[in-house]
T-cell receptor
Framework: ETGVTQTPRHLVMGMTNKKSLKCEQHLGHNAMYWYKQSAKKPLELMFVYSLEERVENNSVPSRFSPECPNSSHLFLHLHTLQPEDSALYLC???????????FGSGTQLSVL | DQQVKQNSPSLSVQEGRISILNCDYTNSMFDYFLWYKKYPAEGPTFLISISSIKDKNEDGRFTVFLNKSAKHLSLHIVPSQPGDSAVYFCAARGFSGGSNYKLTFGKGTLLTVNP
């Protein structure tokens, strides 16, 4: 596998469920990101990890919890989400923080 | 307040002609600009970038122009091909505080290239 891989591609969950999104990058990059894309809105940065340390948390509600166990893997743990959290969640990586991003295919999340 | 604006939600062009996608920004401290292309059901793909110290960068059929005085950049695709049909996002890099970088994206422009 090459590039940035995200699983699952699609996820439907109820408001009381707990689920996790997974991201893996095979590029040897040092920085990883979570972005949210809602309909008709720009991409919104959620979290940045640089060398496995969280360096940015863009005022994201605590029902979203990121985890970066190593430089190749990034998780987004979800719990008690709201219907307005339905969106495309994109993982990205870059060689270093601030460099060009390489995106995964995203997880299309629907919260019922 | 949107710092990166793509005012045209969509653009339709004939195959073989030039496509020009526009982007305006408000923050004069942005130092690096990027264009991404996104197909349905896929993540955005990096296309081309330009540093604020340059006014033009070319890569094959793709050229990005930067006009700092007007805070405007554009992506030219020539000749346009049907496979270029996608959503194009403009992004700008700036500082979000201290030494923290942040990419700010526009809402995107849907380009349709007709055969």
């Amino acid at each position: 596998e090459t590039g940035v891989t995200q699983t699952p591609r699609h996820l439907v969950m109820g408001m009381t469920n707990k689920k996790s999104l997974k991201c893996e990058q095979h590029l040897g990059h040092n920085a990883m990101y979570w972005y949210k894309q809602s309909a008709k809105k720009p991409l919104e940065l959620m979290f940045v990890y640089s060398l496995e340390e969280r360096v940015e948390n863009n005022s994201v509600p605590s029902r979203f919890s990121p985890e970066c166990p190593n430089s190749s893997h990034l998780f987004l743990h979800l719990h008690t989400l709201q219907p307005e959290d339905s969106a495309l969640y994109l993982c990205a990586s870059s060689q270093d923080w601030g460099e060009a991003l390489f995106f995964g295919s995203g997880t299309q999340l629907s919260v019922l | 307040d949107q710092q990166v604006k793509q005012n045209s939600p969509s653009l339709s062009v004939q195959e073989g002609r030039i496509s020009i996608l526009n982007c305006d920004y408000t923050n004069s401290m942005f130092d690096y600009f990027l264009w991404y292309k996104k197909y349905p059901a896929e993540g955005p793909t990096f296309l081309i970038s330009i540093s604020s110290i340059k006014d033009k960068n070319e890569d094959g059929r793709f050229t990005v122009f930067l006009n700092k005085s007007a805070k405007h950049l554009s992506l030219h695709i020539v000749p346009s091909q049907p496979g270029d049909s996608a959503v194009y996002f403009c992004a700008a890099r700036g500082f979000s505080g201290g030494s923290n970088y942040k990419l700010t994206f526009g809402k995107g422009t849907l380009l349709t290239v007709n055969p």
